[in-house]
């Protein structure tokens, strides 16, 4: 299986999720409603965190054949803009390679995550490496970022990327998870600053917004700019 499904790319270039010269994509906000729980969920096969003690796994909805859902992934890209929508995320599983502990980055699967990302120090590689994919510089993990989907924003039954989203954070261990920035229509363009910051900038209904991430301190900094007329 690909490694390039699980790892999305470190702190390295600039990551784009739709392009910023479209118009925005405005959620039509009903009241939002939270969705039931999936009933049959599974789980495939784990990968290590690098430079950590941890490996995890997604948790996924099983509305189709493993089989079918496999072939799927393989064939995707990790790249943000790319469409998810059979791949449909509700957990993640983390394990401890030593003491084997184990626990859920969250209490339910009521939730959607389009997309995780792993920040950390990063080594390139050499120029003997066969795979020299991006997603594996990454020396050391230190944070995992999540653009997450908490409900039905829309009214269409279905948590997608026209709902809202947020942006969330947590530690290697899947532990401390943290909502940063809510009631995200559209991520134009994520910005990183080091290891440490990310300029954040997105559209929630008519308006543009810039936010100041600061990593370790799970905290953001957010601006509105100026309306375009």
């Known amino acids: 299986m690909s490694r390039q499904l699980w790892q999305s790319i470190g702190l390295i270039g600039i990551m784009m999720m739709g392009s910023g010269c479209s118009k925005p994509q405005i959620a039509v906000i009903t ?3 939270q969705l039931p729980a999936p009933k049959n969920v599974w789980m495939t096969e784990f990968q290590q965190i690098n430079g950590t003690p941890y490996f995890y796994a997604p948790i996924y909805v099983a509305e189709q054949e493993q089989k079918s859902i496999l072939r799927q992934m393989k064939s995707a890209s990790s790249d943000y803009g790319r469409d998810y929508t059979e791949i449909d995320i509700r957990n993640y599983m983390f394990v401890h390679r030593d003491n084997l502990s184990a626990n859920k980055l969250l209490s339910n ?3 959607r995550l389009l997309a995780m990302e792993q920040i950390g120090e990063l080594s390139p590689p050499g120029k003997s490496d066969k795979d020299l994919s991006r997603n ?3 020396k050391t993990v230190k944070t995992l970022w999540y653009v997450q ?5 829309n009214g269409d039954k279905t948590l997608n990327d026209k709902d809202r989203k947020q942006i969330a954070i947590s530690d290697v261990s899947g532990a401390n ?3 940063i920035i809510k009631d995200i229509d559209k991520i134009l363009l994520v910005y990183p600053k080091g290891l440490d910051r990310r300029l954040v900038f997105y559209t929630s209904g008519p ?3 810039v936010a100041d991430v600061d990593i370790p301190n799970r905290k953001a900094i957010v601006k509105e700019l100026p309306t375009l007329n």
């Open 31 to 33: 009241t939002p409603s």
């Open 109 to 111: 699967n009521n939730s």
């Open 136 to 138: 594996n510089w990454i």
């Open 149 to 153: 989907i908490v409900a039905d924003t």
């Open 177 to 179: 998870y943290t909502e």
């Open 207 to 209: 308006k543009h917004f």
